[in-house]
Nanobody, 121 residues
């Protein structure tokens, strides 16, 4: 069973940048599309970004397109989310998970601890 551990979150001022990492252990995920999701306080979890197994295809929520970039290092079993020009509305717990384009967020059953990102105005 794979374990996904997110890291890299923190407190940042609006306009700042952060890079999140997601380390997969237990089995390789380098043949699987992976995604980033987030959940703000009092709101439902939402999709943020997805990346194909080989990194050649990416997909972004409209709200972060041009601002966030996802990438992966299959040799290290790590997925990244580079976030720039952060805004207060980006404050949320960020999670990584497998990414199935046919899934709604509610269909994912297993989530890690996530990493908190707080953007101050």
């Amino acid at each position: 069973q794979v374990q996904l551990v997110e890291s890299g979150g923190g407190l940042v001022q609006a306009g700042g940048s952060l890079r999140l990492s997601c380390l997969a252990s237990g089995r390789t995920v380098n043949t699987t599309s992976m995604g980033w999701f987030r959940q703000a306080a009092g709101k439902e979890r939402e999709f943020v970004a997805g990346i194909s197994w080989d990194g050649r295809q990416t997909d972004y929520a409209a709200s972060v397109r041009g601002q966030f970039t996802t990438s992966r290092d299959n040799a290290k079993n790590i997925i990244y989310l580079q976030m720039k020009n952060l805004k207060p509305e980006g404050t949320a717990v960020y999670y990584c998970n497998f990414y199935y384009t046919s899934y709604t967020v509610h269909q994912y059953e297993h989530w890690g601890q996530g990493t908190q990102v707080t953007v101050s105005s």
